[in-house]
Structures are given as C-alpha cells and as structure tokens.
C-alpha cells in the first residue's frame, strides 16, 4: 500500500494560462505603443515642415509688403503723383461705363407702381465690385411701401431699405395744411444693393430684342405693301424716263405728262 503526503501549505493552482494571456496583453500593449511612437514622430515631422512653411511664407509676405510700401512711397513721389490722380480719375470712369443705366432703369420700370416718380438714380461701386443705389423716390406713402416690397421681390434689387423720409407738403407759405395720412406726397430716401445681369442674361436678352425687332419690321412690311399698290386705274410710277426717249410705263395725265 503505498501512501501519498502533501506538505504545501497552499492548495496547488495551475497559473500557466494566466501567465499566457498576460504576455499576449503585453505583446498587444507593445505593439499599439509602437504604433503610437510611431505616428508621433510622424506627426512631429509633419508639425516641423508646416513650421518651416509658414517661415517661408512669412519671409516672403514680409517681402511682397516691403515692395508694395516702396511702390507707395514711389507714387507719392511729386513726379507720379500726377499720374496716380490720372488712374484714379480713368478708374472711376471706367466703373461708370461698367454700369449700364439702361438695364437699371429698365428693371425699375418693372417694380415701379403707378404714381411714384424716382427722381434721382446715385450708383455707388465698392471696391469688392458690389454696386449699391441711393434712391430718391416721390410719391405717397402706401406706394412707397408698395414700391419696397417690390424691391424686395426683385432679383435685381438686394436688401432694399429706406434710410430717410419726409413730408412734401411742409406748410409753408401759400401752402394748405392736410392731415398726414398714406395717401399724401412724401418723399424717401432708398438705398438697395444692385445686382447686374450676368454675361448669359445679357446676351439672352439683346437676342430676344434682335427678334422682338425683326417680327416687328415683317409686321410693317406687309403694311408697306399695301400702301405701295397702285391706285385702281391708274398704272404704277415706275421712275424717270431716259433721255430722248420716253418711258410708256411713266404715268400720264389726259393733259400731258406728270
């Protein structure tokens, strides 16, 4: 009979499979720890170029900056000053010419409600292109109003607003006094941000007139043509007759010749 002893003071526990998934953690955790250094010192390169860049440019806005001031200082020189108030005049003459007065008023006919008057038209050109109008309208009250939300609901006019108004009728000598009401004349101050038509719209538009005055004269040709028939009887003036010889078709009168 043979007999078995156990002298440990702890129960026996088999830790393999626990050592096993800590070195698997282990390789795990190294791995995405490389990966990270890995990325930062890619990071860190990129951070490094961007920071090189930027001190390039920085350099070379520092140069284009110092330029401009010497062209400054250059045109404010008493021989180019001149010429810089020449540009400047041949500029706003320029931006002038740019602003086509007949489609303004063309598509403020199509907004302008019956009994209001715009009496004066100021374009103002920024320096970003944008065109903006100051208004001078007259008219009562409720037609201007109406003549805003028009404005409104154009595609030509932005934003619309009314920066001043005031009563035509101020009492003044040989003037009656009437109650303020919507219906009496005022005048009012507008500006509106203009929005010109583009190149397409431009050219869409001179073809539909280019038709519009082509079925216009092939309406006037047959009225033409019907002024130019010969009066019944009598036959048609065909022009001069040649020297020495007369012309048959010349029209004669019982009397004589014409």
């Known amino acids: 009979m043979r007999i078995s002893l156990n002298l440990a003071t702890r129960p026996f526990a088999d830790q393999g499979p626990i050592l096993k998934r800590l070195r698997i953690g282990m390789g795990v955790l190294a791995v995405v720890s490389g990966a990270l250094?890995?990325?930062?010192?890619?990071?860190?390169?990129?951070a490094e170029a961007a920071r090189a860049r930027a001190h390039s440019l920085d350099g070379a806005i520092?140069?284009?900056?110092?330029?401009?001031?010497?062209?400054?200082?250059?045109?404010?020189?008493?021989?180019?000053a001149r010429l810089l108030g020449q540009t400047a005049m041949l500029n706003k003459l320029f931006d002038e010419k740019a602003f086509s007065w007949t489609l303004t008023m063309e598509s403020l006919e199509t907004v302008?409600?019956?009994?209001?008057?715009?009496?004066?038209?100021?374009?103002?050109?920024?320096?970003?292109?944008?065109t903006t109008l100051?208004?001078?309208?007259?008219?009562?009250?409720?037609?201007?109003?109406?003549?805003?939300?028009?404005?409104?609901?154009?595609?030509?006019?932005?934003?619309?607003?009314?920066?001043?108004?005031s009563a035509e009728n101020n009492g003044g000598p040989g003037q009656k006094l009437e109650p303020v009401s919507d219906t009496n004349p005022f005048s009012f101050e507008l500006e509106a941000e203009y929005n010109p038509p583009s190149a397409e719209e431009m050219k869409r538009a001179e073809s539909e007139s280019k038709q519009a005055a082509s079925a216009a004269a092939a309406e006037r040709r047959p009225r033409r043509a019907a002024q130019a028939e010969r009066v019944p009887g009598r036959p048609p003036y065909r022009g001069m007759p040649r020297a020495g010889k007369p012309d048959p078709d010349v029209y004669q009168r019982p009397g004589g010749p014409q």
């Open 112 to 130: 302008l409600p019956a009994g209001v008057q715009v009496s004066t038209i100021e374009p103002v050109r920024e320096k970003d292109g944008h």
């Open 62 to 80: 520092a140069q284009a900056a110092g330029e401009k001031q010497g062209y400054i200082d250059m045109m404010k020189e008493p021989s180019n």
């Open 134 to 165: 100051h208004l001078r309208v007259l008219g009562p009250r409720d037609k201007g109003v109406e003549f805003v939300s028009n404005l409104e609901r154009s595609k030509r006019f932005l934003v619309p607003r009314i920066v001043g108004e």
């Open 37 to 46: 250094v890995f990325g930062l010192h890619a990071l860190h390169n990129k």
